[in-house]
Structures are given as structure tokens and as C-alpha cells.
Nanobody, 123 residues
Framework: QVQLVESGGGLVQAGGSLRLSCAGSGRTFSGYTMGWFRQGAGKGRDFVAAISWSGGMTYYADSVKGRFTISRDNAKNTVYLQMNSLKPEDTTVYFC????????????????WGQGTQVTVSS
């Protein structure tokens, strides 16, 4: 079992930046691929970014490439999502997730989920 807790969401103006954090506890954090998803009201969870267990490999949704950066610190059991050049369409709830696989952007492949953190980008 892995417990995940997100933080760092909030309100920011378009063009601004936010950094989300996800603290993990429970089973060995460093053994999991970590990722971020986002979910609009009444919609499914869309993949945002993921990072391999070592941090050596990452992949992103096309909509955030060049603007968002995922990273992790296994010594702190934490994964981050640095979000720059934010747009109003980035407004939604962001979720941290963990899986033993690498390469999937489908939410069904991810086992553990945090409770979500709201990001609001004003125009």
C-alpha cells in the first residue's frame, strides 16, 4: 500500500507558475513510476506527466510539453510537478499517482492515487 498526499495547488494568473508536490508513504516509494493526472468536472482523468522510478526517464502529454516538468526526490519520497506558463485551460484538479509499470498514460494502469489538489488559472 502506498499513500499519496498532494499539495501546492492554488490560484495563479495566466502566464504564472506553480509547483505541485506529492508526498508518498508506505511501501518503497522509489520502486514506483510516479505520475500526474488531471480531471475536469464530469470528465475522466487525463494523463499529464510521468517519471520512472530512478528519475532517469520522463514523458508528457502533448498539451504540457515544454511548460511542465516532473521530477522526484526518492530520499524525500516526493514527486514534483513544476508548471510554468500556465493557461486558463490548465484549471482543474491535479492528482498524483503511482504504478509499477512504466509507459502507460491510461489511468486504469495506475494503482495508487492521492486525493487531488485544485489548480485555478485566471485570465
Amino acid at each position: 500500500q502506498v499513500q499519496l498526499v498532494e499539495s501546492g495547488g492554488g490560484l495563479v494568473q495566466a502566464g504564472g507558475s506553480l509547483r505541485l508536490s506529492c508526498a508518498g508513504s508506505g511501501r518503497t516509494f522509489s520502486g514506483y513510476t510516479m505520475g500526474w493526472f488531471r480531471q475536469g468536472a464530469g470528465k475522466g482523468r487525463d494523463f499529464v506527466a510521468a517519471i520512472s522510478w530512478s528519475g532517469g526517464m520522463t514523458y508528457y502529454a502533448d498539451s504540457v510539453k515544454g511548460r511542465f516538468t516532473i521530477s522526484r526526490d526518492n530520499a524525500k519520497n516526493t514527486v514534483y510537478l513544476q508548471m510554468n506558463s500556465l493557461k486558463p485551460e490548465d484549471t482543474t484538479v491535479y492528482f498524483c499517482a503511482a504504478t509499477t509499470y512504466y509507459g502507460s498514460s491510461t489511468s486504469r494502469a495506475w494503482t495508487y492515487w492521492g486525493q487531488g489538489t485544485q489548480v485555478t488559472v485566471s485570465s
